[in-house]
C-alpha cells in the first residue's frame, strides 16, 4: 500500500463511478480493546460484499482521509483512511492504520465479489 | 521432564496465533513424546488487525500471510495433522449453533482425543475464542459419558484469577522451548511487538520471561457443570 496522495486516490475512485461495484467496508478498534482497558467501549462494524453503485466518490481532507460514495438513495462514507493501493485483480483497497500499524477502517472496491 | 500421556490430542482454536503463547510446547511435547496431534484451526485470522505502518499487507492479502505462518508453526512444533476449517475470522459467533457443534463433533469422531485442548468459555475474551469454547462444551457433554474426552481450557479474561483460582495443570515444558520460540516467530505479523519485548525481557535474565518457555497452565473444563451443554 502507499500513502495516499489525494488527486491519484480520486482518479481511482472515479473509475468505479456509475458500475455495480462490491463493498468492503469494515471499522474495528479491536476484540482485546475492552480487555486491555475496561474504560473503552468497544464498537465496530463490518460489511463485505455488499453490492451498489456510486454516481460520486470524494476525497477530502489532510491525512488521515475521509472517502465518500454517493449512492442514488444514500451515502457511504469512511474516516480515517491513510494508505491506499490498486490490487492484482484491479480492485481499490483503502485503508486507515493507526499510529502503531493497526488497521482501524478498511473501505474496498471490486467489480468482482471479494472472497468469503 | 514428561507430560501424562495421552492416546490422541485435539487442539482447537479459532485464529493462527491461537496456539503459539500458551499451548505451543505443551503440542510440541506431546509430540516429542509420541503422542498424535491434530491442531484443527477455524479460520486464517483474516480480520487481524497488526498489519503495519507502513502496511506489509492488506485485508485481502492477510490470509495468505497467515495460512503460511500458520503452516510454519505447525512445522516448528513438528506436527503433521493441521486442518484449516474455512471459517471467517470474527463470524463464528453468528454461525448456526448446531452447525458448530457438529463441526467439532466429526473433529472428535475422527481424531478420538482422549484430549481436547480449547478455550474455556465466558473467559476467553474474544467472541470468536468464546464460540469456539461453546461448540467444544456442547459437543462434548451431548457424548456418552464414557466416550468424552478431557478437557484442558486456556482461560485469560482479568476476571480468571479470581473466578477461577489457580489454573489446574500445570505443564513443564522446558524441552520443547526452542520449539515453542519456533512456533512464536512462526506467527511474526502478529507476534513481532509480543517478541521484541519478550527477548529484551529474556536478554535481561527477568525471570517472568523466562517463565513461558518453562510452563503452561490450563484448567479442566467440566461439561457437566457448564453452561453450553
Ligand atoms: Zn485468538
Known sequence: METVQVATLQQHLDRFAGEDVFIHLETTNGAYANHFNEEVFNAGAFIRNVQLRYELAKVVGDSPHRVG???????????????????????????????????????????????? | MTIPHEEAVLVIFPHPDDEAF????????????????????LTLGEMGRNLGNPPFATRESLPQIRKKELQASADAMGLKDLRMMGLRDKTIEFEDDNKMVQLVQDLIDDVKPSLI?????????????????????????????????????VAFSNATKDDLGEPHVIHDITEAREQKMGAMRAHISQTAWMLEEMEKRLADGEPEAENWLHFERFYIFDVETSKYQ
Open chain 2, 22 to 41: 500458551g499451548v505451543s510446547g505443551t503440542i510440541s511435547t506431546y509430540i516429542k513424546q509420541g503422542t498424535p496431534v491434530t491442531y484443527a484451526c
Open chain 2, 117 to 153: 485442548i480449547t478455550f474455556y468459555p465466558d473467559y476467553s475474551v474474544h467472541p470468536d475464542h468464546e464460540a469456539t469454547a461453546r461448540a467444544v462444551s456442547r459437543a462434548v457433554y451431548r457424548m456418552p459419558q464414557e466416550q468424552r474426552p478431557k478437557i484442558y481450557a
Open chain 1, 69 to 116: 460514495l454517493k449512492l442514488p438513495n444514500g451515502w457511504v462514507y469512511a474516516q480515517g483512511i491513510t494508505h491506499f493501493e490498486i490490487d492484482e485483480h484491479d480492485r481499490l483497497l483503502m485503508a486507515g492504520h493507526d499510529f502503531s500499524g493497526k488497521l482501524a477502517v478498511a473501505l474496498q472496491i471490486s467489480r468482482t465479489p471479494f472472497a468469503y
